[in-house]
Nanobody, 118 residues
């Protein structure tokens, strides 16, 4: 059974930091490209960051470059999103997504809420 379980969300003040985690199971994690998406109320889900299956190559949305860092630990089947200098516009539900080689399969987690407010 495939599972992606996000954690680490919460309430943080502007300028603060959070670290999100996504624990994966039920598939060959090390072969999958992993991504973080977010969705704010009334807005479409948007891609935040992606990390390749190996070599740790990452890509980020322009809005988070220099503030967010995505990483993965293939031994723990987990990806992380370190979010620094958070802004109110970073708030939303953050989702983890796994995409198989050749993009034949994909899986979503249930999301974790991030609130940025003073």
């Amino acid at each position: 059974q495939v599972q992606l379980v996000e954690s680490g969300g919460g309430l943080v003040q502007p300028g603060g930091s959070l670290r999100l985690s996504c624990a994966a199971s039920g598939f060959t994690f090390s072969s999958y490209v992993m991504s973080w998406y977010r969705q704010a109320p009334g807005k479409e889900r948007e891609l935040v960051a992606t990390i390749a299956s190996t070599a740790g190559i990452t890509n980020y949305a322009d809005s988070v470059k220099g503030r967010f860092t995505m990483s993965r630990d293939n031994a723990k089947n987990t990806v992380y999103l370190q979010m620094n200098s958070l802004k109110p516009e970073d708030a939303g539900v953050y989702y983890c997504k796994a995409v198989s080689p050749a993009m034949k399969l994909f899986y979503w987690g249930q999301g974790t809420q991030v609130t940025v407010s003073s």
